[in-house]
């Protein structure tokens, strides 16, 4: 006689092993899926001007763009166990210098982007459903095969595994989360940096269109030098070419190449935030500096890091002020970085700072055997401890060209900003204008006799002005600093101005 719940149970044996079997066969085909699109599944494609990878992953799901090392940007597009991943590897010479010269190239490279990227998905895709059922069947081989019937259920499962995945994602596909993405890393600041996407598409095409304008007025405006004043002093001034805040705008760099070259300038100086965010990729700027074929003298802002500051310090014709003194063309210039990087709240030690840099440049001048003609910061809260030390002090920071004299009687030359602000100029309603000034010293005692003033209309706007400022020889110290302007010279713009 049979043991109780003997009869009973021998009925779900069965059942049991048939079960354990399916999950045994089950597990073979996630992990061998798994390991065939962990180790196939992605491609290498030109998306646009970049070298990208494509892949799908086995977790996550959604979508990421990696953009290293300025971090990432995720959209939660769709559900399901796979994750989409671009990485943008590096940024191909040949298609960039294309793009960026030849007539034509820059209206079409958004659907260029788009066909470049649909196609290199729909490749991908393909692919990883073939890798995913590859490793499948290839695991069941191994791991199962006793049973030579193993890697067709193994075939039939992955494939219904992948079918389910995709429907999966085309049922829960959300369009209008590509609108309202999620940055990690520096592109945690993207939005504040270019604005909204919406925002850049409607105005980009006008930018791109006064950019093009303002260069062409630009050999407009030098034409109209041999009628201006001469600038005063002894004949063969040194002229000095004073920028700031270019804030990684080409443009700017193409401004101060033409004005050094239209100019004839002598040297450079640049009181700061030539990059905005201080990172790797924006560096990439710093080597035009080495191309301007004149001595060129930075002191760094608070939107420049350190690594920016030692990239400009390598450059074969330029000199960064960290309280410091360089001389160019006869003129001694010293001058002292912004304490802060504003990326990094936690390098913000308020005004307070400013002003103990301003002190600390104050006492180096106090070693030199003779007073430097020039002073350069960045903050103009940094001048005032610098008042009566030095005729002439140098500025940015504030985006606002503004000249005034201190107490003491130093003269302090704030300059607006030769980019425009950058990427700024496509997000405010007023666009910046591009700004930059040439001083006129005397070569014998450094002292200022003149400088025109140069602008150039921002965003829409292609007006291009200069005014020249005659300094009188016997400037009284203590005077309220606001210099006669004179009616300035603007030039005709172009019909879209």
Request: glycine share 12%.
């Amino acid at each position: 006689m049979s043991e109780p719940g003997t009869a009973t149970s021998a009925p779900l044996r069965p059942v049991v092993r048939a079960t354990a079997r399916w999950a045994a066969r089950l597990a073979v085909v996630l992990v061998g899926a798994w390991l065939g699109i962990l180790l196939l599944g992605r491609v290498s494609a030109p998306i646009g001007p970049f070298d990208a990878t494509i892949a799908f992953r086995p977790w996550g799901g959604g979508a990421a763009l990696d953009v290293p090392p300025l971090g990432a940007l995720q959209v939660d597009a769709y559900d399901g166990p796979l994750r989409l991943e671009i990485q943008l590897s590096r940024v191909d010479e040949l298609r960039a210098t294309q793009l960026a010269t030849v007539p034509g190239e820059l209206d079409g490279v958004v659907d260029r982007v788009s066909a470049d990227l649909r196609d290199a998905v729909e490749r991908v895709a393909w692919l990883t459903a073939l890798s995913a059922v590859g490793g499948a069947t290839a695991a069941s081989l191994l791991v199962l095969r006793r049973r030579r019937r193993e890697p067709l259920i193994a075939l039939g499962l992955s494939t219904a595994l992948v079918a389910g995945t995709g429907g999966l994602a085309a049922a829960t596909w959300r369009p209008d989360a590509l609108s309202q993405p999620t940055y990690t890393g520096l592109l945690v600041n993207a939005t504040s940096l270019i604005g909204s996407a919406q925002d850049i598409v409607a105005r980009f095409d006008a930018y791109r269109a006064s950019l093009e304008d303002l260069v062409s007025n630009v050999g407009t405006l030098y034409s109209t030098l041999s009628t201006l004043p001469p600038p005063g002093g002894a004949d063969g001034s040194v002229a000095l070419l004073h920028v700031s805040d270019i804030h990684l705008n080409p443009a700017g760099l193409d401004l101060v190449a033409q004005v050094v070259d239209q100019f004839d300038v002598d040297g450079v100086l640049d009181t700061g935030d030539l990059t905005d965010w201080g990172s790797q990729p924006e560096n990439t700027l710093v080597g035009r500096v080495g191309t301007l074929g004149v001595p060129y003298v930075f002191t760094r802002g608070n939107h420049d890091s350190t690594v920016t500051a030692q990239l400009v310090a390598a450059q074969p014709n330029a000199a960064v002020l960290d309280d410091s003194a360089v001389t160019v063309a006869g003129i001694e210039v010293v001058g002292t970085p912004d304490p802060r990087f504003t990326p990094d709240p936690e390098a913000d030690d308020g005004v307070e700072s400013l002003e103990e840099t301003g002190e600390g440049l104050a006492a180096f001048v106090a070693t030199l055997p003779e007073t430097p003609a020039i002073a350069m910061v960045h903050d103009p809260e940094q001048a005032p401890p610098l008042d009566g030390v030095v005729p002439l002090v140098l500025a940015g920071h504030t985006h606002e060209r503004e000249v005034t004299r201190l107490d003491g009687g130093t003269r302090l030359m704030v300059q607006g900003s030769t980019g425009g602000a950058g990427l700024r100029a496509l997000q405010g309603e007023f666009p910046e204008p591009l700004t930059c000034t040439v001083l006129y010293l005397d070569p014998g005692t450094g002292a200022l006799t003149a400088y025109d003033e140069i602008t150039l209309g921002g965003l829409g706007q292609t007006e291009v002005t200069i005014e020249r400022e005659v300094v009188p020889p016997a400037d009284p110290p203590g005077g309220d600093g606001a210099p006669q302007a004179p009616a300035p010279t603007p030039l005709p713009a172009s019909p879209t101005g």
